[in-house]
Every structure is written in structure tokens, then in C-alpha cells.
């Protein structure tokens, strides 16, 4: 069952129902969500259920539980897109670059050579949030696409559900 209840706040795009009906994998506390306009195939979030605009805002259960399910998630990914490698990113703070008060855990999963500067992802980054994951600088996917992609990480996320994450 999807939680919609507990504490949001209905002015943040993460928080927000149709936001959250869009994820491919949900436990009672954190969720994954594949980015609209990925910088590179795979592109993912991880999001706390609940309104935290930092990570010191989590306890330390939560801290833990968010480190385990990023993990198990970014495995899926790699799987799935067939990569070895994978950047992981928070933005804790405006000075920092973030754009959605709201605690997200970017996932990137990369290739050899998949861009001409092995860490040029950042800059990519940077314009991705303005407002629905998407990017004026990047080419958006239509909704086929992505609920195409989010269907088969919701398969492919199912073994490790079955395995209680939550
Ligand atoms: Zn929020």
C-alpha cells in the first residue's frame, strides 16, 4: 500500500501522489524512483518516505536502512543496465546545488567511456531538478518510455522486495 499520509508537505514535488505513484520500489520508509531525464541510463532516486529536507534530519536507523536500500537498488541497476560501475550523489543544502528541499539519494550507474570525462555526470546534474526531475538541457522520456522502464525495475526489484527490505 502506498503511504500518503504521513508527514509531506503538499508543496514539494516529491511529495506529492502522483510523484509517488511513480515509484518502482517502495518500502515503509525509503522508495526508488527512475529519473525522468536520465543523465545516463539508469539514472535513479532514492527518496525517504517522509519530508526530510537533510540527511542529519534521519535517524540512525534511518540512516542505515537508507545506505541498505540504495544498495540493494543500485545492484538492480546495475543488472539491469548492464553496468559496472556507479556514482552515488546527495546535494545536502542550497550551497551545495540542491533544488528540491526535499532528501534524495541520485544513483548513476556508469560504463566504461560512457562519457568523455568519467566524472562530467555532475554537471549534468546540476539543471535535472527544476521542479519534476526534468531538464530543459536533457532529453526527457515520453510517458511510454518511462513507465516502460519503471515497469521492468518494479520486475526486477521484486526478488529483493520478496527478500524484506522493509
Ligand atoms: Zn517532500
Known amino acids: 500500500m502506498l503511504q500518503t499520509t504521513n508527514p509531506t508537505d503538499q508543496t514539494c514535488v516529491f511529495c506529492r501522489n502522483e510523484f509517488i505513484e511513480s515509484s518502482f520500489c517502495r518500502t515503509s520508509r525509503f522508495s526508488a524512483y527512475y529519473n525522468i531525464a536520465p543523465i545516463l541510463p539508469g539514472h535513479s532516486l532514492i527518496i525517504p518516505n517522509k519530508h526530510y529536507e537533510s540527511l542529519f534530519e534521519l ?3 534511518e540512516q542505515s536502512e537508507m545506505m541498505v536500500f540504495a544498495r540493494k537498488i ?10 559496472d560501475g556507479f556514482d552515488w550523489t546527495i546535494q545536502d543544502g542550497v ?6 528541499p526535499h532528501l ?7 560504463k566504461p567511456l560512457d562519457l568523455p570525462e568519467s ?39 521484486e526478488s529483493i522486495t520478496s527478500k524484506r527490505i522493509d
Open 59 to 61: 535517524s540512525e536507523d
Open 74 to 83: 543500485t545492484s538492480v541497476l546495475k543488472t539491469v543496465f548492464n553496468c
Open 95 to 100: 550551497s551545495a546545488g540542491q533544488t528540491v
Open 104 to 110: 534524495h539519494l541520485h544513483i548513476v550507474p556508469r
Open 119 to 157: 566524472n562530467e555526470w555532475y554537471s549534468k546534474i546540476q539543471p535535472s531538478e527544476n521542479g519534476i526531475l526534468d531538464s530543459e538541457n536533457r532529453a526527457r522520456l515520453n510517458d511510454d518510455e518511462y513507465n516502460e522502464i519503471t515497469a521492468k525495475l518494479k520486475l526486477a526489484c
